[in-house]
């Protein structure tokens, strides 16, 4: 699966963007996909995701009710609405994609960063005070 990931870019705190992540390849339409970010010196956090059919939606604590993750089968692509923003949002956002190898998932399994075996080339998110 290959991905492609787009709308990074400048905000001001408070503000919102929108990030998408078109997904391609034979069995892309039966991944979960996920959001995850990064900045310098600190480990990758996971910020959202959801499972094939746009269901089984789980985000990070830090982005609970601020962040919306959903999916366009049709299109292969997931989008992570991003509202009121915040500097400590700022870092590359990348998306993944993850086989699904079982009907259910466990607890928090969405989040385990060792389940993608696909990622983006990342987009920069920066928001300024």
């Known amino acids: 699966v290959q991905l492609q990931a787009f709308g990074g870019g400048l905000v001001q705190a408070g503000g919102s963007l929108r990030l998408s992540c078109t997904a391609s390849?034979?069995?892309?339409?039966?991944?979960?996909m996920a959001w995850f970010r990064q900045t310098t010196g600190k480990e990758r956090e996971f910020v959202g995701g959801?499972?094939?059919?746009?269901?089984?939606?789980e985000y990070g604590n830090s982005v609970k009710g601020r962040f919306t993750i959903s999916r366009d089968k049709a299109k292969n692509t997931v989008y992570l609405q991003m509202n009121s923003l915040k500097p400590e949002d700022t870092a590359v956002y990348y998306c993944?994609?993850?086989?699904?190898?079982?009907?259910?998932?466990?607890?928090?399994?969405?989040?385990?960063?060792?389940?993608?075996?696909?990622w983006g080339q990342g987009t920069l998110v920066t928001v300024s005070s």
């Open positions: 993944a994609a993850a086989p699904r190898r079982s009907v259910f998932l466990t607890q928090g399994e969405m989040s385990k960063s060792w389940r993608y075996n696909s």
């Open positions: 390849g034979r069995t892309a339409s039966s991944y979960d």
């Open positions: 959801c499972g094939p059919s746009g269901g089984d939606i």
